[in-house]
């Protein structure tokens, strides 16, 4: 779009231009045009746009097709100036369009020099006084005399406003197609620009499907329309129409027709090997095709050149083989087959792979060992696709393809009771198949599978004759039970520890314990967390399972920080034996590192060490690609790696960070706390109304889920935000007591300390009623009793009590002195600059201008670095009504952004009317109060939301209590 306006300005300016639309079919070529015609036509500066299709008739088929169109509708649009860019020269012209004929057109036709010289002169004329936009469209399609036409005006045109622009389907014209060379030839003309439009990507298919839906699909559905429509806009669209209750079905019928007509019009070998090519599969080598085919050499290469030319199929990358230029169109080839030609032809596959691998003549790698198992099983034979799926299960899991993997011990476990012998023939039990399922359901993050497959296990096992396999499976689920918010997996847990009473010992044992201490921490009960994890690291040390200490020297890091009783040394000495232990038992279990150093960089961020959180998580992560992990393991660390940031001040990395979240099709606990943070980065910015929307979805993640205490309480703290920047108090109060009556526990004072925090600002912007002042009261004590582990835990305490005593109007600036000088030792910008502003402000009051000015410099610079809008607003407005250098000059302009708001720019009147919006007063309140009319208590708002510069009443109300803007 950027390029065609460009070129518009371009001939405005009297440069005549020529732009041509490139790319294969349905990749939006027309859609881009319509929106720029219709723009074009839109503008104040007189625009005449005339279109014209080409019609797919062949060289010799409706000559000037286009032009034909395209000067009848400049006829209907200019009228008489029309007439007059005619001329003497209608006879000619009206060769090219016939309804330009005032008397029948007998006699030779002119020649074609003076028949193009006239179609270039009517141009030029009609384009003096105006803009011409000229659209051809399917060009590919168009007839020699419109050919010759259309480049004797590309190269004659001098004069003119005038824009030419033309689409072509790239796959409808091969090497020798004439429109190619005219194309070639034509690009090397300074006026003419060539725009290739290329497929979509993952983000645009995700915006397109927004707009059809009229909701934002979830990223599964996304990626799977993504995948199958290869980014092609059109199919898109078609995808979209078979969407059911969120999931794709399967092809339209429109789109199944309209993918099968390019094979249709194929010759009837061609139309035999590519359907043969859909069963092979997305790419199939040559010798494999020719295998299945059985043709002559010669007769084969005929008909893969005919498909090739067709624009079905194409060379695949390394020369070997062949793969459809869209998988769409194999797909609707194979759905074509009939079921017996469908099974004849994969077991055709599967026995012509596997002699030309016993000949030599295909090179045996890992594709091959997937696609035996698929071939066998679409072919209806389970006793050899059976041992294939496992074969093929298992050296998908060795490359980390765990989805893969996933679906093929599935689909081994559905075909187990179909074969006499099923351990006989594939040397495992079924009990083993579904372990490997379950495991690489978890990597793959598939929630819903694997607690299917771990019930299908439990049914199975024996307890009494194998407790041990039962309580490992009891634990496995207790921790997908937890980990997608279906409850905390105590019950499991204590099953699991009642089944290994007698092997208190054992490594087993060990690890449900651990787990169990996990929950116990979670649930409030630290001391009991405590108990059992330094009664694991003693039996893990004693077996030396190296991962076991690790794992349990990392859950003890984190039990201290939230003990109650004050070791941060002791948490951290524990924290980074844990990553050192883990480090040297890598040859060990894959994933021990990963989430020792995940759960390290939480310590780590719940102790104010912000960076080194972050250089945690990024090794983390960079260690869960390596290992294929990233699936399972990536939502959760990008989870903690957003909230350091966010910490840091580094924000846009914070959006993308949440961006990559959604890649990885997140439970809800991930999801809600990805968009948890995405919500704080906006709101601290100043965007109101954009903040509201991830934390809705938030909420709507948690809905129905049971949701630990380290979620929930700092997704109520955000929400307490945003009603306090919304200027909503009621619904500040009612979040706060929903907090309050359900309690924090032990542990926890790292997420309610915040949430306290928050909820005292609101009071302290708001004149204390009784039922404010019952609140701070409240606060206070929920407070006091947090527990204080950290230096970080310690100074939430003192800024809380600041906030408390400046809502209750008794603080002091050596309580802000001292509040400030805490934050200035640690590295959250934000949160420093934020007491800073209120330093200032404690300052300004008891007279210290010079110190106020100082320190609100400080938070200023932040501020802005930071892009806090209103933060900065709130520093400005201080520092100006305190006629503060450099904020209170008159006239001076704000450092960034939109300008400060000052009271001053309303009149009386609108004060009165903002006094009763801030009280919540509707238009016909405000009427009432002020004994004006409806209209003009409307038009008061109306100004008032002008003059601050926001939307909504409700952003109006926030900004005044934020800015003070009616304080006395």
Known sequence: MGRLVEALGEADAGEPRVVLLTGEAGVGKTRLLDE????????????????????????????????????????????DDFDAAVGDRRRELAWISPTLATEPVVGPAPERAGLYESALRLLERAGEDRTLVIAFEDL?????????????????????????????????????????????????????????????????????????????????????????????????EELAAGIRDGRLTDLSDTLRDLLLIRIEQLPEQARRVVRLAAVGGI??????????AGLDPDTLETALRAAVSGHVLVSDANGEGYTFRHALVGEAALGDLLPGERTRMYAAFARAQDALVERGELSPHRDHVERRARYWTA????????????????????????GEARELYERAIAMWDMVPDPEGSTGTTLAQVLDGAIVAARYDNSGDRELALLRHA???????????????????????????????????????????????????????????????????????????????????????????????????????????????????????EAVRVAEAA?????????????????????????????AALHRALELSRERGVVRNTGAFLLGNLAESLFSLGRWDEV?????????????????GHAERMLAMTRLV??????????????????????????????????????ARARGRRAEVAEILDAELRAGFGVGNQRFAFPLLIEAARAYADDEPTEAIRADLIRIRAAGAALARDCALDRLQARTLTAYLDRAEGTDTVDRWREVVAGWEATTQPYSTAQVQADLGAALVAAGERSAAAEVLGRAHETAVRLGTVPLRERIELLARRARLEPFGRAGAAPAAGRPAHQAGDLTPREQEVLRLLVDGRSNRGIAETLFISVKTASVHVSNILAKLEVATRGEAAALAHRMRLLDD
């Open 283 to 292: 790419g199939v080598e040559h010798r494999l095709l020719a295998e299945v």
């Open 140 to 236: 590919h399609w168009a007839d020699s005399a419109t050919r010759e036409l259309l480049a004797f005006l590309v190269r004659s045109l001098r004069r003119g406003r005038i824009l030419l622009v033309g689409t072509l389907r790239a796959d409808a014209m091969d090497r020798s197609h004439p429109m190619r060379r005219l194309v070639a030839e034509l690009e090397r003309i300074r006026s003419v620009t060539r725009v290739e439009l290329g497929r979509l990507t993952l983000p645009q298919v995700e915006r397109h499907l927004t707009g059809l839906l009229g909701e934002t699909p979830s990223r599964t559905l996304t990626r799977q329309v993504f995948e199958r429509s290869e980014g092609n806009a059109f199919f898109v």
């Open 36 to 79: 720029f015609l219709a723009g074009a036509v839109g503008r104040a500066r007189p625009t005449v746009v005339a279109v014209g299709a080409c019609l797919e008739l062949g060289a010799e088929g409706l000559p000037f097709a286009p032009f034909s169109a395209i000067l009848r509708a400049l006829a209907g649009t200019l009228g």
């Open 458 to 576: 439990l049914d199975l096992v024996d307890e009494e004759r194998d407790p041990l396999r039962a309580a490992l499976l009891w634990t496995q689920r207790a921790k997908s039970l937890n980990r997608l918010g279906r409850g905390s997996g105590m019950v499991e847990l204590e099953h699991a520890e009642s089944l290994l009473q007698d092997r208190p010992d054992s490594i087993e044992y060990a690890g449900v314990a651990l787990r169990s201490a996990r929950a116990h921490f979670l649930e409030g009960h630290v001391r009991e967390a405590l108990r059992i994890a330094r009664q694991v690291l003693e039996i893990a040390r004693r077996l030396d399972d190296q991962d076991m200490v690790a794992g349990t020297l990392q859950a003890l890091s984190w039990f201290l920080t939230g003990s109650g009783e004050p070791d941060e040394t002791q948490a951290l000495a524990y924290g980074r």
């Open 586 to 614: 890598r040859g060990g279990k894959p994933d021990t590192l990963i989430y020792v150093l995940g759960n390290w960089a939480s310590v780590l961020e719940g102790v104010g060490r912000h960076e080194e959180s972050v």
């Open 379 to 402: 072919a209806g034979r389970p006793a050899e696709a059976l041992p294939a799926s496992l074969t093929a299960a298992v050296a998908a899991a060795d490359r980390y393809a765990f």
């Open 655 to 671: 959006a993308r960070t949440v961006d990559d979240i959604r890649e990885h099709n997140a439970d809800g606990c991930a999801t």
């Open 685 to 722: 910015r100043g965007d109101i109304a954009e903040a509201a929307t991830p934390l809705t979805h938030a909420r709507e993640s948690a809905r129905g889920r049971h949701q630990e205490a380290q979620h929930r309480i700092p997704q109520s703290g955000a929400a307490i935000a945003l």
